[in-house]
């Protein structure tokens, strides 16, 4: 009886969403979750609905981008990504726990996490990795934080107040994250001193610049 009553209203949900369908890398669990008498969940059926990947609560990312069959022309992109637990009053400690639990102990490009309620991000430092091999030195890489909000307001019009507004949170704007990935050719420049490929310098690197922003809804102007 519970089953049909939540399926019915998660119907909606996923007619409301069809808008996603096949355009999904993944859907993580969140916590307001299901858990359904003939096994699985909302979550996994929400999934499969919109023919998307099911991450549970947290999951590891590699974007391959191609220019061509050529080696030199193939940059890979890393990503963590989780559902997340930072429950913060401020922007800044979900930023600071996204950074001190995942990516001080992960290595990757990006870092995202919902489940902030908090639209944030930022480039906490510049990772230096000892080469294992190669010339001696250090390969430096910037790795990139995102947390995103909500859809839902905390503070309502007054007939119904919630947690949020009962802590005296700070309201939030809505939005969401961007994640831009950018490939490029860039020709050779004899300063870069690229390495040779077969006794023959490479004539360029391809590259891939990675931009990560918050994005919000337009704000409501008075008149």
């Known amino acids: 009886m519970l089953d049909t009553m939540v399926l019915k209203s998660h119907d909606e949900i996923i007619k409301s969403m069809q808008f996603m369908d096949k355009r999904l890398i993944g859907l993580h669990e969140g916590h307001h979750v299901h858990y359904l008498a003939t096994g699985g969940n909302t979550d996994q059926r929400l999934a499969s609905a919109l023919h998307a990947p099911f991450l549970g ?3 590891t990312h590699r974007l391959v981008l191609n220019r061509g069959s050529d080696p ?3 940059r890979v ?12 009053r401020k922007v800044h400690s979900a930023l600071a726990y996204l950074d001190a639990n995942f990516a001080n102990a992960w290595i990757a490009d990006i870092f995202a996490m919902g489940h902030g309620c908090k639209n944030g991000n930022m480039a906490p430092f510049e990772r230096q990795t000892v080469r294992r091999e190669g010339p001696a030195g250090v390969s430096r890489s910037i790795p990139r934080l995102l947390v995103v909000g909500g859809f839902s307001r905390g503070y309502t019009d007054g007939w119904k107040s919630d947690y949020v507004e ?10 969401w994250g ?18 040779n490929n077969g006794g023959h310098q490479a004539s360029g690197r391809f590259s891939v610049d990675i931009d ?12």
């Open 57 to 59: 609560f947290s999951a």
């Open 77 to 88: 992109i890393t990503m963590v990504s989780m559902h997340g637990n930072a429950g913060g």
């Open 212 to 223: 990560v922003s918050s994005r919000f809804f337009t704000e409501d102007r008075d008149g």
């Open 178 to 195: 961007l994640i831009r990935l950018r490939p490029s050719w860039r020709t050779n420049r004899p300063e870069l001193g690229l390495p």
């Open 72 to 74: 030199l022309r193939r």
């Open 166 to 175: 009962r802590a005296g949170m700070t309201p939030q704007p809505l939005g």
